[in-house]
């Protein structure tokens, strides 16, 4: 078993709409495999549909992995890269019995029971509780975010991108009860809760591969994250915690900034002019915190580094640069895991193509990048992604942001998930030998 190596690696990425779902199929000799699937899930795609719904996204899942998983990983809590583990979707992903399901540290259960206890707001060990306990308290928000987006359409005067992304950002955060749930118990083996430098147990799993958790560092690691907690009290975090005194009617969702709540009723007709502005300014406001409620959970993202001999292949998630900087700047060996992370072979491009989670300082490492398509060894990259969904061209916030799309298929051999259009063969693949 210990020197078995893979002979080849397939990465097939499905055409999920807006979201994430990989699936690494390792190849040994005599006809044995071992797989690998990284998230699961979308923003709106149907569980049925015309291009391939959910429903056969997992059916095609079962017939690539023959019937078993070896490894679920779960980069993060959003919904376009869980949603796929809930409902009749999550039944035929937990009926392929993975033996092991790997997450941020940051959703391990046990620091989630004591999340509320007032003690864990202390500094210390319990900071990570702290911070656990606030990103489920982002639920609340995106439950508000959404209740307003509709709300503040009768307003001429709000912007519909605005409002377009609250509704978008609201829907993504929400907690995904339904599909944590599976993930926790379909692993055979006790789940693993990990962050940078955890030693993954997978020898067996996946024979002769290498993985390096490279993020999310946890509080104490990482001063990033912890600033982000410490300094920013008047925007979400205070929100969070004011969210705990906000009145919830049964089945109502709570009201974002309650103390603000206007009345336009209670304005004299004099002053009636300066409504819109406040609503104007209320939505930028409100979509500014959920901007930092999307980032803080992107930001716990799994980054994963297969190496097969000095094949690697990178799987950042999601993550955005505050997560990057502890592995990138500041981790113990920090120079050696940038020389590895340079001579990457692949990259899974960080956050559907937005340009802040691939980082500019990274991109320009990678040692494979060439303008020539016949270039041995070229870096293959694969985005999946859907225009028109997250940010907006107006303010150079659209996903997949356009010069990066450019730069991928410039100077790598880009798998786009847009260019998907096959009814039948929803997904692409690359494949690597060794
Ligand atoms: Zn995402």
Same mark, same amino acid.
Not at 275 to 284: F, G, K
């Given at each position: 078993?210990?020197?078995?190596?893979?002979?080849?690696?397939?990465?097939?990425?499905?055409?999920?709409?807006?979201?994430?779902?990989? *699936?690494?199929?390792?190849?040994?000799?005599?006809?044995?495999?071992?797989?690998?699937?990284?998230?699961?899930?979308?923003?709106?795609?149907?569980?049925?549909?015309?291009? !391939? +719904?959910?429903?056969?996204?997992?059916?095609?899942?079962?017939?690539?992995?023959?019937?078993?998983?070896?490894?679920?990983?779960?980069?993060?809590?959003?919904?376009?890269?869980?949603?796929?583990?809930?409902?009749?979707?999550?039944?035929?992903?937990?009926?392929?019995?993975?033996?092991?399901?790997?997450?941020?540290?940051?959703?391990?259960?046990?620091?989630?029971?004591?999340?509320?206890?007032?003690? @864990?707001?202390?500094?210390?060990?319990? !900071?990570?509780?702290?911070?656990?306990?606030?990103?489920?308290?982002?639920?609340?928000?995106?439950?508000?975010?959404?209740?307003?987006?509709?709300?503040?359409?009768?307003?001429?005067?709000?912007?519909?991108?605005?409002?377009? /992304?609250?509704?978008? &950002?609201?829907?993504?955060?929400?907690?995904?009860?339904?599909?944590?749930?599976?993930?926790?118990?379909?692993?055979?083996?006790?789940?693993?809760?990990?962050?940078?430098?955890? /030693?993954?147990?997978?020898?067996?799993?996946? $024979?002769?591969? !290498?993985?390096?958790? &490279? !993020?999310?560092?946890?509080?104490?690691?990482?001063?990033?994250? #912890?600033?982000?907690?410490?300094?920013?009290?008047?925007?979400?975090?205070? *929100?969070?915690? @004011?969210? @705990?005194?906000?009145?919830? /009617?049964?089945?109502? $969702?709570?009201?974002?900034?309650?103390?603000?709540?206007?009345?336009?009723?209670?304005?004299?007709?004099? @002053?009636?002019?300066?409504?819109?502005?406040?609503?104007?300014?209320?939505?930028?406001?409100?979509?500014?915190?959920?901007?930092?409620?999307?980032?803080? =959970?992107?930001?716990?993202?799994?980054? *994963? =580094?297969?190496?097969?001999?000095?094949?690697?292949?990178?799987?950042?998630?999601?993550?955005?640069?505050?997560?990057?900087?502890?592995? =990138?700047?500041?981790?113990? +060996?920090?120079? #050696?895991?940038?020389?590895?992370?340079?001579?990457?072979?692949?990259?899974?491009?960080?956050?559907?193509?937005?340009?802040?989670?691939?980082?500019?300082? =990274?991109?320009? #490492?990678?040692?494979?990048?060439?303008?020539?398509?016949?270039?041995?060894?070229? *870096?293959?990259?694969?985005?999946?992604?859907?225009?028109?969904?997250?940010?907006?061209?107006?303010?150079?916030?659209?996903?997949?942001?356009?010069? &990066?799309?450019?730069?991928?298929?410039?100077?790598?051999? &880009?798998?786009?998930? /847009?260019?998907?259009?096959?009814?039948?063969?929803?997904?692409?693949?690359?494949?690597?030998?060794?």
């Amino acid at each position: 078993m210990a020197d078995k190596t893979p002979t080849k690696a397939r990465i097939r990425s499905y055409n999920v709409g807006f979201g994430d779902c990989f *699936l690494l199929t390792f190849s040994y000799p005599g006809d044995e495999q071992h797989h690998v699937l990284i998230d699961f899930g979308t923003t709106k795609k149907a569980d049925d549909g015309p291009e !391939g +719904g959910m429903l056969e996204i997992a059916g095609k899942i079962r017939e690539h992995t023959a019937g078993k998983l070896d490894i679920v990983v779960a980069t993060h809590r959003h919904t376009d890269h869980i949603s796929g583990f809930r409902g009749k979707t999550g039944e035929i992903i937990a009926a392929l019995e993975p033996e092991l399901v790997i997450q941020p540290w940051t959703e391990d259960p046990k620091l989630e029971a004591d999340a509320r206890a007032p003690a @864990a707001v202390a500094a210390g060990p319990a !900071g990570a509780r702290a911070l656990v306990s606030r990103l489920a308290d982002m639920h609340t928000v995106a439950v508000a975010a959404l209740a307003e987006a509709p709300k503040l359409e009768l307003s001429p005067s709000v912007r519909r991108a605005v409002r377009e /992304q609250l509704a978008f &950002l609201g829907d993504t955060n929400l907690s995904n009860a339904d599909a944590v749930k599976n993930l926790m118990t379909m692993g055979k083996r006790p789940a693993v809760y990990a962050n940078f430098g955890t /030693q993954l147990p997978i020898a067996d799993l996946l $024979p002769g591969v !290498g993985v390096q958790v &490279l !993020g999310p560092p946890t509080v104490e690691q990482s001063a990033a994250i #912890k600033r982000q907690r410490d300094e920013d009290p008047d925007e979400f975090w205070h *929100l969070a915690a @004011a969210s @705990a005194d906000t009145t919830i /009617q049964a089945g109502e $969702p709570p009201i974002l900034f309650p103390q603000h709540a206007i009345s336009t009723d209670e304005i004299p007709q004099q @002053a009636r002019w300066v409504i819109p502005e406040i609503e104007r300014m209320r939505s930028e406001e409100m979509l500014a915190i959920v901007r930092i409620l999307d980032s803080a =959970l992107n930001n716990t993202s799994l980054i *994963l =580094l297969f190496e097969v001999g000095d094949t690697r292949l990178l799987f950042p998630g999601d993550a955005q640069i505050e997560n990057w900087s502890y592995a =990138l700047k500041t981790a113990p +060996g920090h120079e #050696k895991i940038q020389q590895r992370l340079a001579s990457a072979s692949f990259y899974k491009v960080g956050h559907h193509g937005s340009l802040n989670a691939t980082p500019k300082t =990274l991109w320009e #490492k990678f040692e494979h990048r060439s303008n020539e398509k016949s270039a041995p060894g070229r *870096l293959r990259t694969m985005v999946s992604t859907a225009a028109d969904k997250h940010g907006h061209k107006e303010d150079n916030t659209e996903v997949p942001r356009r010069t &990066l799309i450019e730069a991928l298929s410039k100077e790598s051999e &880009l798998h786009n998930t /847009q260019d998907i259009i096959s009814p039948t063969e929803f997904w692409d693949d690359v494949e690597f030998d060794f």
